[in-house]
């Protein structure tokens, strides 16, 4: 059996932490996680590899109506004015990371910042009005970066359906991580912080 190298455990933690940072069916990874498969760890694989794997899986997962329907317990209002803020994303690792020898090589309590090794994508969150969708394909065209739209409201199944393009729904993990409180909103990245610019249509 092939040993797992520090260096590869490390890209492992590095990847946790980003996934933990943007834990939500936006990427469809919950899914995915979900289907049991499993795959073998690749020596000298980086983490664009990695991430290009899980989205290729990703787009084999059906999609089922009834899961992709948003039901948030605190679902984001609209808003009614323009704003920004912006947070850091510093990860702390819950537990011990151990080698097969059983030696610990990343402690409990090792903070990371993800946003150094991980490109994250833009995020356009939107209810599922048609005038927000409208807003929501406009603005994926002006942004030149990879840009994932997400709905606060509604049913992703029927949005997809709709409007033909790939649209996910958040969930209370995500709408919590971030403090979305309105829409809609842009998330991205901007240097090793996060921001969400609120617009108001």
């Known amino acids: 059996m092939r040993k797992t190298t ?3 455990i490390i890209l492992l933690f590095l990847l946790t932490a980003a996934l933990a940072l943007f834990t939500t069916n936006a990427l469809a990874l919950v899914t995915l996680i979900g289907s049991g498969k499993s795959y073998p760890v690749i020596e000298k694989s980086n983490h664009k590899e990695m991430i290009k794997k899980i989205q290729e899986e990703s787009k084999k997962v059906k999609m089922d109506p009834q899961v992709y329907t948003v039901t948030l317990k605190k ?3 609209i808003a009614e004015k323009e704003s920004i803020r912006r947070f850091a994303t510093t990860y702390v690792q819950p537990y ?3 080698n097969q ?3 610990i090589i990343i402690p ?7 946003l ?3 490109k994250l994508p833009v995020l ?6 048609s005038t927000h969708i409208q807003w929501a394909l406009k603005k994926r065209e002006e942004i030149e970066e990879k840009v994932f739209i997400l709905l606060s409201h509604g049913s992703a199944w029927d949005v997809a359906k709709k409007y033909n393009i790939r649209v ?3 969930d209370d993990r995500f709408v919590d991580r971030f403090q979305i409180k309105r829409v809609p909103c842009i998330i991205r990245q901007v240097g090793l912080q996060l921001e969400i610019h609120e617009f108001s249509l």
Do not use: R
């Open 101 to 103: 020898k059983g030696k």
């Open 6 to 8: 520090p260096s590869i």
């Open 124 to 129: 356009i969150v939107v209810d599922d009005d």
């Open 96 to 98: 011990d990371i151990v």
């Open 168 to 170: 996910y729904h958040l």
């Open 108 to 114: 409990k309590g090792t903070k990371i910042e993800p």
């Open 116 to 118: 150094k090794y991980f």
């Open 75 to 77: 679902p984001p209002k």
